[in-house]
């Protein structure tokens, strides 16, 4: 997972503070074939002040492997495992998490690691909710593709048991299909070892609800670029799901929903404006205001809670909108990095030093550099699309049933200003039931949660409110009754 959906904390106090700061331990998971492999990072200075760091895999006895080479530039971490003809790839996310990737021979896997205060002996993560088998229903990996046979997926299925009776009638289930949020995910939507799609799709098999999860492009079992895709190009991977659960006789092709989760619930509704083979859809902290306010608002959050005033940060955000600007349109990496160092010298001639003593730390050079480096994420075509879309225009061409949850505290998609927005949406709308609920306590990941910040995903033991759950498999059930 993009680990901080659409999130670019730009704050220079905040990204200095922290960013080479990677000595200590480490852990996390890498998954393999259904198993959780424990990994373990320890770094530490040499006698000269250079990072070194070893590696273990304690449960495949493997114990104090060197790390060839460690760089780290400003909050990117490339980590070479050379024993293994591999590297660890990642960016720092806070002081304490990295959300990166495994790379081993030509495969990859999602790890994100967390510094530990202790000796370095691994403790899994507690994760009562993750489902493990045996299961009371039915688990099926499958393998589809779209239409013109370019795309392959893998995902997975399940249903519950059929009766003698329910099989002598052929019987037709709800389906499901769950749209993963931002950032390369599995099919489980995996983060910090929570496994949310796979506790939705238990809860709902159970309730008797069929629910088809699919691995993301380049993850796991499908194939395509992820990286030179836009949220449009995963709007089509949906169709092809869709498409997909059409094609199984045990699925009822009039009651085929979707349930989307962070960019997930931006693209579902995309997908049901033009799909009118969607039945219903569910947004988990889905988007109702424009990509632009969205980034803006995770910008300036950090800083409102670091106590700085609504001048500084209004400041801030004129010179992040300037230099979003010339990343999205400068395609040139010379032009753009000239135009990135004329707008902050421009920006820096007219603040005062109580706003450049708040937000600089760093010379110049270093500021202007980081700058460069961090807004060449811009360049890109899934930014491009999401500062300029509006989730309202496909929310007001909606006709189908549509739930709206976000959690009360969550610092991604601040319920404040999105459920609102969604809800203003819908009535311009030609649907006739929709929903919007702020569930108090939940953040982002729809965790009960104390700090409520980001770090506090991987912290927490509990990988989804079940209340939560309970009002989608409810919302649901009514649903397909009427």
């Known amino acids: 997972m993009r680990i901080l959906l659409f999130t670019t904390v730009l704050l220079f106090n905040y990204m200095f503070s922290f960013c080479q700061n990677i000595t200590g331990n480490w852990q996390g998971n890498i998954e393999v074939n259904g198993q959780q492999i424990p990994i373990v990072f320890h ?142 995910q ?14 939705i799709a238990d809860y709902l098999t159970k309730r008797g609800i069929a629910v088809l999860r699919v691995d993301d492009r380049g993850m796991g079992q499908t194939t395509g670029d992820f990286d030179t895709s836009s949220s449009e190009d995963f709007a089509k991977d949906v169709e092809a799901g869709i498409k997909y659960l059409q094609s199984r006789k045990d699925v009822n092709s009039k009651h085929i929903g979707l349930i989307g989760h962070s960019e997930g619930g931006m693209i579902a509704p995309m997908v049901a404006a033009r799909d009118k083979d969607v039945a219903f859809v569910v947004m988990l902290a889905g988007t109702g205001v424009p990509g632009a306010t ?18 500084i940060i209004q400041k801030f955000i004129a010179l992040h ?9 400068f395609v040139n990496t010379d032009d753009y990095k000239n135009e990135v160092s004329k707008i902050y010298y421009d920006w820096k001639k007219k603040q005062s030093p109580e706003t450049l003593d ?63 927005a969604i809800e203003a949406a819908l009535k311009k709308s030609t649907s006739k039931k929709y929903k919007t609920v702020e569930l108090p306590g939940l953040n982002h990941l729809f965790q009960h ?14 990988t989804f409110a079940p209340e939560a759950l309970k009002i989608m498999g409810d919302w649901i059930e009514e649903v397909v009754k009427k």
């Open 358 to 420: 708040a937000l600089i730390k760093g010379t110049d050079e270093q500021v202007v550099s980081s700058l460069q480096n961090r807004y060449s994420s811009f360049h890109s075509k899934w930014w491009k699309f999401f500062l300029i879309h509006d989730p309202a225009k496909y929310l007001e061409k909606l006709s189908v049933p549509v739930l709206a949850l976000n959690g009360e505290k969550d610092i991604q998609v601040d319920p404040k200003i999105n459920l609102p």
């Open 43 to 184: 770094f530490y200075k040499d006698s000269s002040g250079k990072t070194e760091g070893k590696w273990d895999s304690p449960t495949q006895n493997a114990k104090n492997l060197p790390c060839s080479d460690i760089l780290i530039k400003n909050d990117s971490v490339m980590i070479g495992l050379k024993i293994i003809s591999g590297f660890y790839e990642g960016k720092f996310i806070s002081a304490d998490s990295i959300a990166g990737m495994w790379h081993q021979g030509k495969g990859q896997l999602a790890l994100n690691i967390t510094k530990i205060s202790n000796d370095g002996a691994f403790e899994q993560p507690k994760r009562p909710q993750t489902p493990k088998p045996p299961f009371n229903y039915d688990v099926k990996d499958v393998i589809y593709s779209n239409t013109d046979n370019t795309m392959h997926y893998g995902a997975t299925f399940t249903k519950p048991f059929l009766s003698p009776k329910e099989s002598a009638i052929n019987k037709k289930y709800t389906a499901v299909l769950l749209i993963t949020g931002s950032g390369k």
């Open 449 to 462: 949660c104390k700090k409520c910040t980001f770090e506090e995903y991987g912290e927490l033991e509990e």
């Open 186 to 199: 599995d099919r489980d939507e995996n983060i910090f070892d929570h496994k949310p799609f796979a506790v």
């Open 294 to 311: 969205i980034n803006d608002y995770q910008n300036v959050l950090p800083m409102e809670n670091a106590g700085m005033n609504e001048v």
């Open 321 to 329: 909108h300037a230099l979003t600007d010339a990343a999205t349109f």
